[in-house]
């Protein structure tokens, strides 16, 4: 499959981008409402989008499994002391990315990770993007379901670190899709276990029944 036949064949205009204020809540809150959105990213290659259903919240100095736990403030960490709505993009065993969404005021350093995404637009760009061969629905629900796969699908480096979500060409969107209390549930985050008893924390949400997520563990 040839990078010329995975152009997105979605023309359509920008979709509207969610507001500055819908990050700046509870960062729970925040994580929780994410469910069901719509992560978008235009590129010359085309327009990819997914939909979101799961995630996991890493609320600052006091959560021993956040980068900005002892409020730690780096170069890489920045980011995540601005306002909420931004990317901070990070790598993890120097080849895999991490897509997070800013959250809250300034100076309150805490993020949402973006695990996995139900494709919604621009599949056959996203599978070319992973450098897959051909493509089928066992494909499909590979394609971005683990925050490495999401990011190498949608396109998304350490380029777009520090994004503005309200203004850039990668945003959230909300098309009406509600994803209700009974069809999502909350579990500990994954793969912190040096967190200590912050591995236990609930911070992990997902749609329950989706076979689009990173793993059941539940």
């Not at 994410?34 to 992560?39: A, I």
């Not at 800013?102 to 996203?126: D, H, N, S």
């Not at 629900?141 to 190498?152: F, H, M, S, Y």
């Amino acid at each position: 499959m040839h990078m010329s036949d995975c152009l997105s064949s979605i023309q359509s205009p920008r979709i509207s981008k969610l507001p500055r204020e819908f990050y700046l809540e509870e960062t729970l809150v925040v994580a929780r409402r994410l469910l069901g959105k719509l992560l978008v990213h235009d590129t010359p290659e085309g327009r990819t989008a997914g939909r979101i259903v799961e995630v996991e919240a890493y609320q600052g100095p006091q959560d021993r499994a956040a980068h900005s736990y002892h409020n730690l403030r780096s170069k890489r960490t920045e980011i995540m002391y601005g306002p909420g709505g931004h990317a901070y993009v990070f790598m993890v065993y120097g080849m895999h990315h991490c897509f997070n969404i800013v959250t809250r005021p300034p100076e309150y350093p805490q993020v949402v990770l973006i695990r996995a995404l139900q494709p919604v637009a621009g599949l056959k760009l996203m599978a070319c993007r992973r450098g897959l061969q051909q493509f089928t629905p066992a494909i499909e629900r590979n394609l971005a379901n683990g925050p490495g796969k999401l990011c190498q699908a949608m396109g998304i480096t350490r380029a777009l670190n520090g994004e503005d979500l309200c203004a850039g060409r990668l945003y959230l969107s909300d098309d009406g899709i509600v994803v209700a209390e009974t069809d999502l549930c909350r579990t500990p985050r994954v793969n912190i276990d040096y967190a200590g008893e912050a591995r236990d924390y609930p911070w992990r949400f997902l749609v329950t029944d989706s076979p689009y997520t990173s793993r059941a563990n539940f």
